[in-house]
């Protein structure tokens, strides 16, 4: 694949530096979901069966450049603790005496990489000293590979480095998916603008046989169609462009799927009272909350005569109920064909795995990435710098 894994490097008693994603939800110092944390056990377990000593470079949210408490690792550690079953280590201030000094089946993780402004400037000074704590350089942050940063990039030129167990476990998946998928292919792309997916359409009509748009966006290609969308949150300004990449889609052979049918409702809140028209028919005063049963019908009709399906973004309002009805619908579709063999169906990007999570289907999809802006910059087709950085002769 051009990088290496943990199998191609000798780990024994050397320390190795491993670049995790731990950057999870988190209420009131409490960690709420850890996927994230559960997702790099598998690495983390390798490396110590190996005889290695993992030190664990991380960021947590965006303190811009210097050190602010609430985004402290310290408070991920009790999960982190508890996810591994073993004790973590903590260290403020690393210096490789302290590492070395720690006992060789220590996990052992160091504070916010972000607290400096070296970081995120991608300082070969910053890359330098994190290299000089460690041996071996492990990338496990699929998640943060868009980051070209001196945790995820510029020290992966500087030792011999490899991919971690998530790390391929995301590329196997995102190239079964976009890079060489079984034909037909169809994308689901949702969400709330155009402007923010410009980028990821474009890109997706040139490869896709389908592309299912949903959500807020999904407004704005009504309207650019001539459809009335009464009150409904669309870019306006966006309708030209949309006609462009109906026009683009045309010419690729790409099968367009937008909404036939609609749910509207007057207010924008959880159990609105709500009525299902046809895709031209919102009226004056309302406004597009989720695709109707119609759309989920045609969709599912997709599903079935597809092999692989990618998926960004929601179809409707998910987080007011019953406005998800049509994702949970889709997804619970997708799901079927997938435990029936028939599907290769693989999710990511921010909303996506919570709705994903919310529809109870997580779980049965082919494959569920835990990467928010990184999932999006591949399938724009973006070069990701702390992949590309895995890629060189070593
Ligand atoms: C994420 O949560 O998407 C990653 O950890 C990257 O974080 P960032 O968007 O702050 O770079
Ligand atoms: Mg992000």
Request: net charge negative.
């Amino acid at each position: 694949m051009g990088w290496k894994t943990l199998d191609d490097m000798d780990l024994g008693g050397k320390v190795v530096l491993v670049r995790v994603d731990i950057n999870v939800p988190m209420e009131d110092g409490r960690v709420t979901d850890a996927t994230r944390i559960e997702r790099i056990k598998p690495t983390i377990d390798d490396v110590l069966a190996a005889g290695g000593k993992p030190v664990l470079l991380a960021h947590f949210g965006r303190p811009k450049g210097k050190p602010v408490p609430e985004m402290s690792l310290r408070h991920v550690q009790p999960a982190l603790e508890s996810v591994l079953g073993r004790e973590v280590t903590f260290i403020e201030r690393p210096d490789r005496a302290a590492i070395d000094a720690a006992p060789s089946d220590a996990v052992i993780l160091i504070e916010n990489t972000r607290f400096s402004p070296m970081e995120e400037a991608n300082d070969p000074e910053m890359a330098q000293f994190l290299a000089s704590l460690g041996d071996v350089y492990v990338n496990d942050a699929f998640s943060a590979a868009h980051r070209a940063h001196a945790s995820t990039e510029g020290i992966a030129r500087l030792l011999p480095a490899a991919a971690g167990r998530l790390m391929e476990a995301e590329l196997s998946a995102l190239e079964k998916a976009l890079g060489s998928p079984e034909r037909p292919l169809v994308a689901v792309v949702g969400g709330a603008k155009v402007s923010t997916k410009l980028d990821l359409l474009s890109n997706l009509l040139r490869k896709v046989d389908s592309l299912v748009i949903g959500g807020g966006m999904a407004n704005t290609f009504l309207a650019a169609q001539g459809f009335e969308i009464g009150n409904s949150l669309a870019e306006r300004d966006m309708t030209d462009t949309a006609r462009d990449i109906l026009s683009k889609a045309d010419e690729a052979a790409c099968e367009i799927v937008l909404p036939m049918d609609i749910v509207v409702a007057r207010e924008f809140r959880a159990g609105a009272p709500h009525e299902t028209v046809g895709a031209g028919a919102c009226p004056d005063d309302a406004m597009i909350l989720d695709a109707g049963p119609g759309t989920v019908e045609r969709i599912a009709e997709v599903f079935e005569k597809s092999k692989t399906l990618v998926w960004n973004g929601p179809l409707g309002a998910f987080e007011i109920p019953p406005f998800d009805s049509a994702t949970v619908a889709a997804a619970q579709k997708a799901a079927e064909l997938t435990e029936a063999g028939r599907l290769v169906s693989v999710a990511g990007g921010g909303d996506t795995v919570s709705a994903l999570i919310a529809a109870g289907v997580a779980e049965r999809f082919s494959y569920v990435s835990t990467a928010g802006g990184a999932f999006l910059e591949w399938m724009e087709g973006k070069e990701l710098p702390g992949v590309a950085a895995l890629m060189q002769d070593q």
